[in-house]
T-cell receptor
Framework: GIQVEQSPPDLILQEGANSTLRCNFSDSVNNLQWFHQNPWGQLINLFYIPSGTKQNGRLSATTVATERYSLLYISSSQTTDSGVYFCAVRDSNYQLIWGAGTKLIIKP | DGGITQSPKYLFRKEGQNVTLSCEQNLNHDAMYWYRQDPGQGLRLIYYSQIVNDFQKGDIAEGYSVSREKKESFPLTVTSAQKNPTAFYLC???????????FGQGTRLTVV
């Protein structure tokens, strides 16, 4: 089945810094989502991005489906950005396949 | 407000007991899902349902059961056959299987 790898596994930054999170997938996918899991466990939808580039405030994402990767950019980090960022892709059976996540800590 | 509601938020169960987790959505979504998350790990699929009165096993269905009698509701029962039920359980829904998925706030189950 499809493998989803996220990097880096952990990231510690000072408030105000920028970051790039990467998601690689091993085969063609039907769509891709980025989520932020906050410290209370809630999964918040960030982007639904099978291809192309989207922006929402300080966050943006780019998926290059032909090269099998997606990038999540966070600019001017805030402490509330802390948490775990997950990438999930839909395989040929439309099941969501999850990466292991990137744990982001933003220090004040 | 439209969304996915899971209840309860926290649940404690004695060993040997069955327990049912509730998931309700008012988004008019056809597809619903149950995931399990263990500390520091990603999500694993327990069951999913494409449509009312139909559901399919996911990767870790053993020890769990579901029903889908109404479009809005997809309850999950954790049975006594589940050896390690302590975990965070997340319910999700989407318009169809191939569209964007949205999640509830989760239920933390602890076996005492």
């Amino acid at each position: 089945g499809i493998q989803v790898e996220q990097s880096p596994p952990d990231l510690i930054l000072q408030e105000g810094a920028n970051s790039t999170l990467r998601c690689n997938f091993s085969d063609s996918v039907n769509n891709l989502q980025w989520f932020h899991q906050n410290p209370w466990g809630q999964l918040i939808n960030l982007f639904y991005i099978p291809s192309g580039t989207k922006q929402n405030g300080r966050l943006s994402a780019t998926t290059v489906a032909t090269e099998r990767y997606s990038l999540l950019y966070i600019s001017s980090s805030q402490t509330t950005d802390s948490g775990v960022y997950f990438c999930a892709v839909r395989d040929s059976n439309y099941q969501l396949i999850w990466g292991a996540g990137t744990k982001l800590i933003i220090k004040p | 407000d439209g969304g996915i509601t899971q209840s309860p938020k926290y649940l404690f169960r004695k060993e040997g007991q069955n327990v049912t987790l509730s998931c309700e959505q008012n988004l008019n979504h056809d597809a619903m899902y149950w995931y399990r998350q263990d500390p520091g790990q990603g999500l694993r699929l327990i069951y999913y349902s494409q449509i009312v009165n139909d559901f399919q096993k996911g990767d870790i269905a053993e020890g769990y059961s579901v029903s889908r009698e109404k479009k809005e509701s997809f309850p999950l029962t954790v049975t006594s056959a589940q050896k390690n039920p302590t975990a965070f359980y997340l319910c999700a829904s989407s318009i169809r299987l191939d569209t964007e998925a949205f999640f509830g706030q989760g239920t933390r189950l602890t076996v005492v």
